[in-house]
């Protein structure tokens, strides 16, 4: 990982015109994006074999969606690219109304505490009123990771020593 260059895995409501606020403020920030977990992947075709379940199965086997409580999908998604990728910390974006990803904190928080990963939890509405204090925060939250890298580097020099 570059000095100072820190990557932050981005996950919940997905973010689209008018709300596109949070990747550029995270940019502003100086966080790269480890991982952008905002958009489900294309659902794939049903080609007309076996059955209204099999149906039904082939169409949802890769939804990530909000619109499940449990969505094990992301949650099995975002598990392997951790398995695969480093991540410095991970920002959970969450639009009002969209109760969906706070029923689902607790498992992604103890899922990124198993990797020692900080979460920030952002709520966001459609307008801009809020953007100067989502900028105070996510500049804190890239603050906490960028003194947590310099820690991180300075152990590990200590170590070589």
Excluded at 21 to 35: H, I, M, N
Excluded at 81 to 98: E, I, M, R, S, T
Excluded at 102 to 130: G, S
Excluded at 133 to 149: K, P, S, Y
Aim: proline residues 4%.
């Amino acid at each position: 990982m570059d000095a100072g260059i820190c990557k932050a895995l981005l996950f919940g409501s997905p973010v689209y015109f008018p709300n596109y606020k949070v990747p550029f403020l995270l940019k502003e920030a100086g966080l790269s994006f480890g991982g952008n977990f905002m958009i489900p992947d294309v659902i794939k075709p049903y080609d007309g074999t076996g059955g209204f379940e099999e149906m039904c199965r082939k169409s949802f086997v890769n939804d990530a969606s909000s619109s499940y409580v449990q969505n094990d999908t992301l949650f099995l998604k975002i598990s392997q690219y951790l398995k695969q990728y480093p991540v410095d910390g991970a920002v959970c974006h969450v639009l009002k109304g969209q109760i969906e990803y706070d029923f689902e904190m607790e498992r992604f928080e103890r899922l990124f505490a198993k990797y020692d990963i900080p979460v920030i939890r952002m709520e966001t509405d459609y307008n801009n009123q809020d953007v100067e204090q989502l900028r105070l925060r996510v500049e804190a939250f890239a603050e906490i990771l960028r003194q947590r890298d310099k820690k991180q580097r300075r152990s590990y020099g200590d170590a070589e020593s």
